[in-house]
DNA sequence: TCCCCTTAGAGACGGTTCGTCTCTTACGAG
DNA sequence: CTCGTAAGAGACGAACCGTCTCTAAGGGGA
């Protein structure tokens, strides 16, 4: 019943960040505790001060390392319609499986979490478009930055302003009624 | 020196929510604290938790009592375009004013607060662009609740995942770009 | 092969805050 | 004048943070 073998490097960072994110969806971000990790880790709180200055360097560590590549392969449908749903889909669905209450969280207590998620989110959205002036679905592929990444930053308030599940008729409507008149009356 | 006459009932309460208010100004959301609310205000802690069963629920009440009415008269400026620009800079004045951190604190802690400002804040917009459309500055007051609502959300949206304060650039690139072109293509 | 140095693993510790409880005493209602 | 409600004050236990200390494992270098 002994820990004979003790972890090392890679091997032990990837135990702590799995325990990290465990606990994480199991007691949300406020119920998140450094001692808990550790328990369940198997280790003392110091191994995860050694390498995470906090709770929220941890918890940011440990959605990038198990959430990863949020938006890596950027849809390719055909359809600049179902491009931007899919979009949304794959954001809906990872929220979802987190909760509103990291998010939440994190935000209160790291507060540059921002400049990347965003700033990728607009690559994405521009490609998408790009691919869709290229089709001669859409006149231009010109399109503001406050429109490219209007849907997705309305979602993302959505989300975090309603404690239920995002409907699907919200996407519908984000790309309906919003996106795709603002791209065409470009 | 001494504090004589004692306090009760509306005076006592007044003070109690000046005391949180200010505390809230002066440390934020995360450093406030019951103990300090309650020393600010000359009294024990038992006299807040009495009136209310947390911190999240005495902030609220504080916001509730010193905001106030925080869209109680609509702008009416005579221009579309001036009107909303005028409930985003009210929305970034209050903000300005409270800082990002009581928000994200709130948002964490107090996970219902959103359907009464979400609500109030499509009767605003609705009120406004009812108002364009009688002027005949656009054809119809017809717009998806989805439309009248997203320079609002977009603009909290900012708030909330940027530290620095708003810039007036992103009001008029929120009216500009993304709701008249909407409210347009209607 | 052996030694040494990094660091894993474990837990104590002080500090802070929460929310509860207790106790005395002011003061308004009747 | 009396009596009950609630103010004012602070002790208290529990939880958690982040730091510190200590022992021993085991990999790298000689």
């Known amino acids: ?29 406020a119920g998140l505790t450094m001692e808990r990790v550790a328990a369940r ?13 906090n709770r929220a360097e941890l918890v940011i560590a440990a959605m990038r390392y198990r959430a990863g590549s949020i938006v890596e392969d950027i849809p390719d449908t055909g359809s600049l319609r179902d491009d931007v749903l899919a979009v949304l ?8 499986s987190l909760g509103p209450d990291i998010v939440h969280g994190l935000l209160a207590e790291a507060p540059d979490l921002d400049p990347e998620v965003s700033s990728r989110m607009t690559g994405v959205m521009a490609t998408i478009v790009r691919r869709a ?9 010109d399109v503001p930055d406050r429109v490219l990444t209007a849907p997705t930053n309305l979602l993302r308030h ?5 404690s239920e599940p995002v ?20």
Do not use: C, N
């Open 1 to 29: 019943m002994e820990q004979t073998q003790r972890r090392r490097g890679a091997e032990l960072e990837a135990v702590l960040l799995d325990a990290a994110w465990d606990e994480l969806l199991e007691s949300g971000y």
């Open 41 to 53: 880790a198997h280790t003392g709180k110091q191994v995860l001060y050694r390498r995470w200055r």
């Open 89 to 96: 889909q794959r954001m809906a669905d990872r929220f979802a």
């Open 133 to 141: 002036a290229a089709r001669g679905e859409i006149p231009t592929a």
């Open 158 to 162: 959505e989300m975090l302003f309603t």
């Open 167 to 186: 409907a699907a008729s919200t996407l519908t409507s984000l790309v309906d009624d919003v996106f795709l008149p603002l791209v065409r009356a470009t």
